[in-house]
Nanobody, 116 residues
């Protein structure tokens, strides 16, 4: 069964850090592009970080310098290290593995709340 699943969300104070993980199964993980999306309350889901199939890294301007995406193909996992978190980073974070329109897999989301 092909699936991806996030973990690592939670409640953190402003300025704090969190590391999200995404575990993939049932796919040839190494050939997929991987992405993290953020859905803030009442807003559309937006891409915050990704690694393309060509191993290029991309970040939204709002998180550049604070978030770092990485992957470990030996574990079929990828990660989002978040530092200096802000209240506007609050929301649901989704991991995504994409090879094509047909092979496009999403996790169920993990909640991140940044609040004092």
């Amino acid at each position: 069964q092909r699936q991806v699943k996030e973990s690592g969300g939670g409640l953190v104070q402003p300025g704090g850090s969190l590391r999200l993980s995404c575990a993939a199964s049932g796919i040839i993980f190494s050939i997929y592009a991987v992405n993290w999306y953020h859905e803030a309350p009442g807003k559309q889901r937006e891409l915050v970080a990704g690694i393309t199939r060509g191993n290029n890294f991309k970040y939204a301007d709002s998180v550049r310098g604070r978030f770092t995406i990485s992957r470990d193909n030996s574990k079929n996992e990828f990660y989002l290290q978040m530092i200096n978190l802000k209240p506007e980073d609050t929301g649901v974070y989704y991991c995504n593995c994409k090879l094509s329109e047909e092979y496009d897999f999403w996790g169920q989301g993990t909640q991140v709340t940044v609040s004092s």
